[in-house]
Nanobody, 121 residues
Framework: QVQLVESGGGLVQAGGSLRLSCAASGSIFSINDMGWYRQAPGKQRELVAAITSGGSTNYADSVKGRFTISRDNAKNTVYLQMNSLKPEDTAVYYC???????????????WGQGTQVTVSS
């Protein structure tokens, strides 16, 4: 089995910063792409940022220059540093990790449980 545990959400004022973490554990053989999505009330889940196993990154236009995604392969962890937060960043944030697991001997996408980020104006 594979587990993803997120942490780091919370309430922050506009202009503030938060750092999200997502740690993968379990029957992991290898980890490929890692990413963060978010879903605001009444809206579809959207990609915020992603990072490949080689370290290439891409970002949604709305967060470019404010958010930074990174990964620590030794810890099987992906991070999202969020600066200059805006009220429109308020959402539940989910990590999404592509893992080749021993138990199924294939690559599948796994989701974290979600963490609430609320930005007050």
């Amino acid at each position: 089995q594979v587990q993803l545990v997120e942490s780091g959400g919370g309430l922050v004022q506009a202009g503030g910063s938060l750092r999200l973490s997502c740690a993968a554990s379990g029957s992991i053989f290898s980890i490929n792409d890692m990413g963060w999505y978010r879903q605001a009330p009444g809206k579809q889940r959207e990609l915020v940022a992603a990072i490949t196993s080689g370290g290439s990154t891409n970002y949604a236009d709305s967060v470019k220059g404010r958010f930074t995604i990174s990964r620590d392969n030794a810890k099987n962890t992906v991070y999202l540093q969020m600066n200059s937060l805006k009220p429109e960043d308020t959402a539940v944030y989910y990590c999404n990790v592509h893992i080749f697991a021993f138990t199924v001997w294939s690559t599948n996408a796994y989701w974290g449980q979600g963490t609430q980020v609320t930005v007050s104006s």
